[in-house]
């Protein structure tokens, strides 16, 4: 029988006193570290309720809490029992420094080893220790022992990703990084992150919502061979032709024997501390493999996109372009009535995208956001929180699209009938800060910490801010959110680097009355310059084309640069756009690309 | 008999063989892990000849490197052979990057466990690993055993540092601290960086040029109480009953002793992997003590100065503003000559400093540096290269003082005679940075390196740069360079704090022709803002007050927005430092600080 929604904290709390635990840190992480999550993986939602993409829980005999970021502050409150979840914010207090002042000498806190990383392991085996008390992995997962219509692991197809959209074959890609494995006198290297084995074999798959992620693990050796480990299930007759006689495919049930086999004979295997499961480095340790950590050979690669993954995320901006100012038009004629709900405007608007050439599912679940609901940042309208577009209000969209040749990702905010002279006082700052990142060059070795602050600025200069980072990186027909590029407050050490796609959103929220964010995804591009003293430079190309309302926008407040920028982007979104769409669209797209004086 | 200085490292080599090494590191560090060293820790310098405050050299038995940052590559290599010694970027290509590199299997890396910190081991070692070789220890440093006429140790007097000064004594600072211990249940922490030492003790000495520093080290137990070991010569009389019976004073040679004691009770100990020699948590874990790795516990509130230090800092800069308005008055009389040489101006400018009340000594060697020698960004004029500052080009002066109340630190650059377009373009983007720095606000947990960026865009704009940070931090009446609040590039975690001092000083430097920076020092205080969220705000306070060069400025540059803060600045040093001047510098301070249209 299935246990109620709030006996399931109690559930666990018996089966931990069974276990002889006194407590149990429960990740938003599957056994891949991969954000985005198969069903059988939400153990998080399953026992607090909150469905958010990040956050940690963590059950003591005599408390409970969970710790989200800044995106979901607001929505953990509603979703959670607050009687018995207390919230807490994931950067201000981090997981270990609650533990190690809150556990008492002699607890116990296991942790599943197949949902950490060795360094998530280690910082919280350091909380624990401080606090006298001590860590232990639990095998199998206490929560899979309680909840009993557990959804089974997915198993969708796996299927070739063709070179006219990857630009390099796989046998290239390995060849490569074979050979910096064999400069690091490594033997193997072990990859878990699904898009990277995505990338690496020219693969696809359909394990989670939204991105063509094949869930599995893959083993890469210096000679440039392979074994991909997978579900026999998600076997197709084409993928082995497609990843011919190097790759051996085996099923994932093989891994543990490998990787005892790799430790007994020695090896040299590179782990990723911070992508891979404690387990796996764990295993080969136990069984003599000497682990050397160090980043996932495929991360940085894999970001910096060829020329021909370049102009494909060009190619699928055009199209997505068009979806979007298809709607734009749409909700201009429509939204004056005041009866269009949040969920009436996001399924035209992901119907505009469907019936793009190359579309194959949405990037993520479209936030349509009407009035307050623009300020839970990851809003997503279900029918009890459904809100009608009001005039006089400010609506945001937040959506994208996986095209075969590229990811899309954009942010509007469309004033619904007349704005107020704050709503354009902070859209104008919000689209200060996007032009200013948009325009922004920057020497070699630059990181996205770097940058944040240009977009902040004019926000900052009236004491305002936004509680999440500036950009993310976006995949290639894979992830829409992938690493290790960003830009953030947060200290990070990747430089940013041309082929890179990201994204550039600043916002503004306030809180129960109207959010607002300007998202572009823009490409790393080296900048030519005069004056250059041997240094590279690089640049922003912004990819996406849509027009900003300019209805929102206090003319007052831009200076000439910032004009000329939205000038020359309007007449570029006009001229590339315009010929693609229909009539009526294309009338609405003149008058909203209109240059400013 | 003395080696000659080309023999110096074909000697190492000799002295290495015998010990079994195939190579040595030799960092510029002292066993207190101090940026300034006494006479006697100069190692690198007798090795190398190189005289920079940071660098590092390695000596293999087929090549020999030293790596210095962008501050010195110019100095490097014309200090060092360069038959001898290939110089590299510290940065770009760090040390241990190198080494993995370099080193054959079987190579036995030797180092001095004074002079290395724990988290400097660990990466020297996984170098080494990589590459198959060994980090072996080394004691004593081989480098000593052929320096015959090494200086002994300095023995300056330790002499009190009155509370009118520090605003808070001793005992307030440890029992805080030992409240703090206690919280995370440490027993002992160990100080070793001479900074701390002296701020928490409220003493100075004189062991080091230009900073107060005492060297030695102290034990700050969870009771409170301390135990400060110092070469006995340094004791004097006062010290004693200034420290109070909380405090024992120690021969520093009782030192290995007391930690084998700690060792033995199994105590925890609180060492900072960062800043004490990996010999001290080495002997502490070897005889039983538990090591845990933290912050050293005076960084934080060294860094952030209470009302008495900030109130100090205020004052000590009125009275180095007046003395710097003196001899920049002088110089505009004088320079017309095109007589005047760097080491006239030095001598002019340290003469007006030592005038002043409260003044003990110079906060580092004034840097006065004519033409081109403005781009040798550590410029030291020297009989050699000492330039005459010749009509039509800019002259770069950085100096700043230590006085009981504070310590200073200021760079102007002056135009002798007419300036050419590009130096005024130039000048006037590092004063676009230097102002929006000045400007910024920016909530709690803004970081240095978030903020870094603001000051070098109007530079990036047109594909410059500068390759030193923007900020370090400033102690009082102690460091001229103090941590750990820092504007720079490198990721660094640690949020600016009211009361943090810092330097705000963008620069452009163009090899071989001119070097222009612009540096005022600047206290981190609240802001208030109208539209707080619940959020806290900072800003900046600009405590130097010393006009800048409006002849090198081209107001076309600069917005409303820059000439009102520029304005607002130069009313300021005019109605503060104007009353504190003799006639004739008051003339000129006029006519500096006069409105811009």
Redesign the interface.
Known sequence: MAIACEERVHALRGQLVRQGLSGFIVPHADEYQNEYLPACAERLAWLTGFTGSAGTAVVLSEQAAIFVDGRYTLQVRSQVDVQVWSARHLIEEPVPSWLSAVLRPGDKLGYDPWLHTPQEVRQLKEACS???AALLPCEPNPIDALWDSRPAPPAAKVVPHEIVYTGTSSEDKRYKLSRQLKN??IGVAVLTAPDSIAWLFNIRGGDVEHTPLPLGFALLYQDGTASLFLDTNKVTAVLKPHLGPAVRIQSVTELPDTLEQLGKAGERVLCDPNRTASWIPERLARFGALV?EGDDPCLLPKACKNAVEINGAREAHRRDGAAVCEFLAWLSREARTGQLSERDTQSYLDDCRRRQPLWKDMSFPTISAAGPNGAIVHYRADEEQCRRLEPGTVYLVDSGGQYLDGTTDITRTIAIGSSTPEHRDRYTRVLKGHIALAM????K???G??????AR?PL??????YDHGTGHGVGSYLGVHEGPQRIS?G???VALQPGMILSNEPGYY??GEYGIRLENLVVVIP?T?????G?E?FAFETITLVPFDASLIDETLL?ATEKDWLNAYHARVWAVIGPLVDSSTAAWLERATERMP
Request: glycine letters at 12%; a neutral charge.
């Open positions: 401080k606090a006298g690091e006198n050397i922004a060059t920057f020497p070795g630059t990181t910490a770097q940058l944040d602050t240009v600025r900052w200069e009236v004491g305002l801010d407050k200290g990070q050490t306030k809180s900048a310059t005069d004056r250059g003293d240094r430079w200076n």
